[in-house]
């Protein structure tokens, strides 16, 4: 059966999309109580074992209350990629095709979902020399010239990109060189969708943003309780690259300096908190303005939330 034809048939999976904070984990699990659904993650710091309290990956007590599948799967010592992520999901999409489970994937990574829905562009890994070579050039500062070197090399990116936006310039430089085609060639060149529109059920959590800072703040209070000081701490003495994405997650560098007394408790605690409001922000914009039509609701207005999960139920025929 040709699933983008069949506009008739039952959904497969649920898709549930929300800034940090704002109820993402609850509305999964009591959709797979509901459905009788295994919950995937769709979330980049939630699939780091060593990031259980500061990501607010599901506690243990929430996982048991139905089958959750990576979560804490990946090393804090792994680079992880949109398209790893990708190929990790895709045999857990198939085994719920083949067996016609439904499955709830949620997350607050926006570009998980638009990648398994419309495909990601197979950018290909460029040679590390042919890399350095032009970040060098970029470094020395003459924009003008870049754009001009571009312009030979390849005309139909460069007439796109002002002369001024040095990153995207650089970036198409050494793609063209290290690929010897064009930015504009391995942008058309996409993985196939993992999911039809037809075959999901969209969610975007939309709560007011006021009570969401108010939950923000409550909730980092409890992972402070709940060891957050602790994780950071033995996550900073594995001695991991500050590159890595693990090492990014909010609260683990500003604890880490509260704890060898760089700053005092309360300002990493604080500095935490408004990192986690901003991430939120920008979570928000990205699904407003990435992931189109999709069902919006405030999960914090119990109204809306029993509509949204009757609607859902309704749809799997339940």
Same mark, same amino acid.
């Given at each position: ?57 599901? +506690? #243990?007590?929430?996982?048991?209350? !139905? =089958?959750? %599948?990576?979560?804490?799967?990946? @090393?804090?010592?792994? $680079? ?110 996409? +993985? #196939?969708?993992?999911?039809?529109? !037809? =075959?999901? %059920?969209?969610?975007?959590?939309? @709560?007011?943003?006021? $009570? ?107």
């Amino acid at each position: 059966m040709d699933r983008n034809q069949d506009r008739q048939m039952k959904p497969l999976a649920v898709l549930i999309a929300g800034p940090t904070a704002s109820g993402k984990t609850a509305l999964s699990i009591e959709l797979a109580k509901r459905l009788d659904a295994q919950i995937i993650n769709a979330d980049s710091m939630q699939i780091y074992e060593d990031l259980r309290i500061l990501s607010a990956r599901p +506690s #243990e007590e929430e996982e048991a209350q !139905a =089958e959750h %599948v990576m979560f804490g799967h990946v @090393p804090s010592n792994e $680079a992880y990629s949109v398209m790893r992520w990708l190929n990790d999901v895709e045999g857990h999409i198939k085994q719920a095709r083949e067996q016609e489970k439904p499955i709830i994937i949620v997350g607050g990574t926006g570009l998980y979902f638009k990648s398994a829905l419309e495909g990601l562009s197979l950018m290909p890994d460029i040679p590390e020399d042919i890399r350095a070579h032009w970040r060098e050039e970029g470094e020395k500062g003459d924009v003008e010239r870049l754009h001009a070197t571009l312009s030979e090399k390849d005309p139909e990116v460069a007439a796109r990109l002002k002369p001024a936006d040095k990153q995207r310039v650089v970036r198409a430089l050494e793609v063209i060189d290290g690929t010897g085609h064009s930015l504009a060639f391995w942008q058309n060149e996409r +993985s #196939e969708p993992l999911l039809s529109e !037809a =075959e999901t %059920v969209r969610l975007t959590l939309d @709560p007011d943003r006021k $009570a969401l800072h108010e939950r923000i703040a409550l909730r980092f209070d409890m992972m402070m309780d709940q060891g957050a000081m602790e994780e950071a701490v033995a996550l900073m003495a594995k001695g991991l690259d500050p590159s890595l994405t693990v090492m990014k997650a909010i609260g683990v560098w500003q604890l880490a300096a509260a704890n060898s007394g760089e700053m005092s408790l309360h300002e990493a605690i604080e500095k935490s908190k408004t990192e986690t409001r901003r991430y939120a922000k920008r979570q928000s914009t990205f699904f407003r303005g990435q992931l189109g039509e999709w069902d919006k609701f405030n999960p914090l207005n119990s109204d809306e939330m029993a509509k949204a999960i009757e609607s859902t139920l309704e749809k799997f025929e339940v």
